[in-house]
């Protein structure tokens, strides 16, 4: 243009391609929430089958309420110290136009209010999988609501709010690298330090009851991350969000690849769990990281997470906490190897300019993801322990020695989940029909062999 001859920016307008792709979007991290409940519920023994179901269906209730009367406010409102955020006109969202927009953005506040709020849903439903067989139905759903209200909707604020410190300081994290999977790890990890091992932790076996459970559940997971890692662009207008989308699928299958190398060389054999496993390590890792390295580097990121968390899981064994289903081998590990390798394999070309050191940037940004990290890791760690400890000493957190060994699914909701009195056939005869597992499958608690995934 001649020199001297400015044109006003456009304000934007809405976008219904946009919006309608955000609603989609936001579906898909929905459905993300009974894919999880599917994978933790197929690898838990029969017994806790129901309650590992409804420890993340129950989630989808109460954090929905929790955020519209106030989460939301809390996260996404005016910035408050950098810690909280603050915004009356979000409370109920009671004083939202139907057309107002997101600040800088082609959606509707309606459309990027319940996008956030998948977000919000699944975070603490990660956490049960490390609580499973052992924890009060309403110990958990109080906790739920206090560790939302405590711990998620103000990291949410650090990671993703402006003027949330983590956001002021620069840490990328795309779509939940930290506030989603390292404040879920670690806060599994801090509950599980005060509620204890299970009965019978590392003497009895505690296999998956359902593999094809495990692997349902896997397979929805992996395809509603496509709407929780593109849609967190918020949009389609630059083609951000269609690399992210590339680097989901690119990252998982390299993890998946990783992890069952890895197990064959460790272990002997390529399972179905550690597909599974793999694939949930890539889709974590990926999350934070995906949004500003290149299709190579998301190879990369998914293989180094596959290996790392594949390791990380045997931890449990060497240092005796009970994390049941590898909430912490696989998020908390996960989430910090991604979270970090943004240091290493952003291109500069993505998301933002900024650089890595493989692509001949500095130790700064990798300086602000450690930040980012350990800031977010301890805080959630600390509180969720002490809301554990509150709770155990109120009301009790953990079912007794009894109920435990009889099972949660029929002590706290009076069913189970499936009923053979109607199958017909000699029980003798089926039994001797069944050739014996061999000796390996026989103690999926065993330290030698991966077991909960």
């Known amino acids: ?23 989609i979007c936001s579906a898909l991290v929905m459905l993300m929430t009974p894919g999880l409940a599917f994978f933790y519920g197929g690898m838990v023994r029969v017994k806790s089958t129901l309650n590992m179901l409804m420890m993340s269906f129950i989630s989808l209730g109460i954090v929905t309420i929790l955020w519209v009367l106030y ?60 609580l499973a067989d052992r924890v009060k139905f309403t110990a958990w759903a109080l906790f739920i609501a206090l560790w939302a209200t405590i711990v998620y909707f103000p990291v949410a604020h650090w990671v993703w709010g402006t003027g949330g410190w983590a956001f002021e300081l620069g840490v990328i994290d ?20 005060v509620i204890g091992k299970r009965v019978g932790f590392k003497k009895d076996p505690m296999r998956p009851h359902s593999l094809p459970l495990v692997m349902l559940g896997a397979g929805l997971l992996w395809f509603g991350w ?34 069952l190398a890895y197990e064959k060389i460790r272990h002997g054999a390529f399972t179905t769990l550690g ?29 180094i997470a596959g290996v790392l968390c594949a390791m990380a899981v045997g931890l449990k064994f060497k240092f005796g906490y009970d994390d049941s289903l590898d909430v912490v081998g696989v998020h908390l590990v996960g989430g910090v190897v991604g979270s970090l390798l943004v240091g290493f394999f952003a291109t500069g070309g993505v998301q933002s300019d900024v650089k ?4 001949g940037g500095d130790a700064s940004q990798l300086g602000k993801q450690a930040a980012g990290v350990f800031g977010v890791l301890a805080y959630s760690l600390v509180v969720s322990a002490i809301l554990a400890f509150v709770i155990d000493k109120t009301i009790g957190m953990r079912v007794s020695e009894d109920d435990e060994v009889t099972g949660v699914d029929t002590v706290e909701h009076a069913e189970s989940a499936y009923d053979f009195s109607g199958a017909g056939g ?21 330290p030698a062999k991966k077991v909960d995934a």
């Not at 918020?234 to 992890?259: E, H, P, R, S």
């Not at 890595?356 to 692509?359: E, Q, R, T, V, W």
């Open 1 to 23: 243009m001649p020199p001297g001859i400015m044109i006003a920016a456009e304000e934007p307008t809405l976008s219904s391609a946009n919006t309608g792709f955000m609603l």
């Open 226 to 259: 496509f709407g929780f890692n593109a849609g967190s662009w918020l949009g389609n207008d630059d083609g951000v969000g269609a690399v992210m989308f590339v680097n989901t699928q690119v990252a998982t299958a390299a993890a998946m690849l990783a992890w």
């Open 71 to 130: 989460g939301f406010s809390i996260a996404f409102g005016t910035d408050k110290g950098g810690i909280v955020g603050w915004e009356g006109d979000f409370l109920g969202l009671s004083g939202l136009g139907i057309t107002e927009l997101w600040p800088g953005y082609t959606i509707p506040v309606y459309v990027f209010a319940v996008f956030q709020l998948m977000f919000a849903i699944i975070t603490p439903a990660l956490i049960s999988g490390a």
């Open 356 to 359: 890595g050191l493989f692509y």
């Open 426 to 446: 000699g029980t003798a005869s089926r039994t001797a029909a069944v050739p014996a597992p061999p000796a390996a499958a026989q103690d999926s608690s065993a």
């Open 174 to 193: 795309f779509a939940g690298g930290t506030a989603v999977h390292i404040n879920a790890g670690a806060a599994a990890l801090g509950v599980i330090l």
């Open 275 to 303: 597909a599974a496993s793999g694939a949930v390590a890539g889709l974590v890792a990926i999350t934070p990281s995906g949004g500003s390295c290149s299709p190579l580097g998301a190879i990369a990121i998914g293989a």
